[in-house]
């Protein structure tokens, strides 16, 4: 199965090879520090899987030796490295997939550092688009 995926403003596309060997949804102070969201979706795959089709990403080293890839000009993170913990692994910010339901998440790591709201989102009033103010 091939997936495939970009930033916002679409100046970086990718490719992905096969499945994942798994869909998480982090909840580290890194990863909603650098998303700005209160977890993000990661699809783990062997960086073999990945092509970039298009473009070219911008690299931040993060902690230590985690080195997290971005779209240079709108800044949609996309791909998360982390070389001594997984090698020759390559995480995938699933949201930026153009199908991102085709990866749902199976778990959740990094449950220390979880918003304790975050555990009762589903509680929430919602709503289709904005609300009436």
């Known amino acids: 199965m091939k997936h495939t995926g970009g930033c916002h403003c679409g100046a970086v596309r990718y490719e992905l090879a096969g499945e994942p060997r798994v869909v998480a949804l982090c909840h580290c102070a ?52 982390n070389e001594p913990v997984l090698p020759g692994v390559v995480d995938v910010q699933a949201a930026t997939l153009d199908d991102p339901e085709a990866l749902p998440p199976a778990i959740q790591i990094q449950t220390a550092e979880r918003l304790a709201w975050v555990a009762h989102m589903h509680t929430l009033p919602g709503f289709e688009r904005f609300p009436g103010v």
């Open 30 to 81: 890194d990863c909603r520090r650098s998303a700005g969201a209160p977890c993000v979706a990661w699809a783990m795959y062997d960086e073999a899987a990945l092509t970039i089709t298009r473009g070219d990403v911008r690299n931040f080293n993060s902690s230590g030796a985690v080195q997290r890839a971005f779209c240079a000009t709108c800044g949609t993170g996309l791909f998360y490295r």
